[in-house]
């Protein structure tokens, strides 16, 4: 057995120092980006100035800026009903509880095993003559058995951080799509109201096209006007009413698009009619410095941490080319009358440790840590080209 130790010893040692490199490091991709937004000129000539401390308003509810009490309320209501937001919240729920599976292979398993059987053993096996008489016999047990897994090469802690990352990426995704959500209630709000006003204009036009008309009829009854003056009133009654009609659609498929947002059916959803005014003030926007404002999308963050999850489970596929040791145990008490399994004198125990490695798998293990390098990588474009189109959308609404 020393001999035996002193041989294993280097062995063993070399495959721990192997083990601490499982899981690669992970670097922060680069990604160019610029010192300063581009578009940071207003359309009237003037640069954009930072907004004034508003430590009143509360934290992250940016619609309060708008001083619509009609647009907060259905931001509130599109947060409890709507189905997109739903299906991310169980997305979250999913991961957590992922998660929680996870961490839980990572601890000592207990369970509790108590039956009972009856069965008659061949005489062969007991070593008797054969056709010698055997009795069927009963027997009763009850024990506890325990199991746990050594995580010599970090697998089970590579698997931990990849399911917690998932479960940081669901709940930035969740945060995103809250965030999409609002933004769509408020533009679909903002447009309704416009097409209330214009609709409401249009209304007034077609009311003075129509007495246009009937003045225009009567002056060319009389034989004031001739009937190009008459034709040319009732055309410009005809382009007011059509303009009054598409914009009427406009409306209808923006209130459609609203109850949607909201979870309601779109049959039994009527907006509140409050045209948009004139002199409607709106905040000031700032541009701010880019790293300050894109910090606080969630969307960069989930693709961040979907990255630090595929980093992680390159270790979970590299660990399992090295052995894995699991160890066991159970005691109880097995006794042919159900009344004696507890007794002393019936009492059971076995332990034991079982080491398992890989030897020959066809290259399964190898492809498995190839796809999972290729995973880091798609999770490395994804997060570069999220940030970039981040800085665009900025641009964009700048």
């Not at 669901?170 to 903002?190: C, G, I, P, R």
């Not at 382009?239 to 947002?261: C, F, P, S, W």
Request: charged share 20%.
């Amino acid at each position: 057995m020393n001999k035996l130790t002193k041989r294993l010893s280097p062995l063993l040692a070399g495959l721990l120092l192997v083990a601490c490199s499982t899981v690669p490091e992970l670097k922060q991709p680069q990604v160019d980006v610029p010192q300063a937004f581009k578009e940071v000129q207003a359309p009237d000539g003037t640069l954009w100035k930072p907004a004034q401390p508003a430590e009143a308003q509360a934290r992250g509810q940016w619609w309060l800026a708008f001083g619509d009490s009609t647009l907060t309320a259905l931001i509130e209501e599109a947060g409890r009903a709507n189905a997109s937001l739903a299906v991310a919240a169980a997305r979250v729920k999913q991961a957590r509880a992922i998660a929680g599976i996870t961490d839980a292979n990572r601890g000592v398993q207990v369970g509790l095993g108590v039956g009972g059987q009856r069965g008659r053993a061949s005489a062969v096996s007991l070593g008797l003559p054969e056709g010698a008489p055997v009795a069927a016999a009963t027997s009763y047990q009850a024990a506890l058995t325990a199991s746990y897994e050594v995580d010599l090469f970090g697998r089970l802690a590579a698997g931990s951080s990849a399911a917690q990352a998932d479960a940081q990426a669901s709940e930035a995704t969740y945060k995103s799509v809250l965030l999409a959500l609002q933004a769509d209630v408020a533009q679909t709000w903002f447009r309704l109201r416009a097409a209330n006003a214009e609709l409401e204009t249009l209304n007034r036009a077609v009311d003075l096209r129509t007495q246009s008309v009937k003045v225009n009829q009567s002056r060319y009854d009389n034989g004031d006007i001739g009937e190009f003056d008459l034709a040319r009133a009732k055309t410009e009654l005809a382009t007011a009413k059509a303009e009054a009609i598409g914009v009427e659609r406009k409306r209808t498929q923006n209130e459609h698009a609203l109850a949607v947002l909201l979870g309601k059916p779109a049959s039994s959803f009527t907006a509140e009619d409050k045209p948009l005014a004139d002199a409607a003030q709106l905040p000031s926007i700032p541009a701010g410095l880019p790293s300050k404002l894109l910090e606080r999308r969630p969307d960069i963050t989930a693709a961040q941490r979907a990255m630090t999850a595929s980093n992680a489970r390159i270790g979970v596929a590299k660990s399992a080319m090295f052995p894995a040791l699991a160890l066991t145990g159970s005691g109880g008490g097995e006794s042919a009358s159900l009344s004696d399994v507890f007794k002393w004198s019936s009492r059971s125990w076995v332990l034991g440790a079982l080491m398992s490695m890989p030897i020959l798998d066809g290259g399964r293990n190898k492809a498995n840590i190839a796809r999972s390098e290729a995973v880091l990588e798609e999770s490395v474009a994804s997060y570069r080209q999220s940030v970039r189109v981040a800085f665009a959308e900025v641009e964009d609404n700048l």
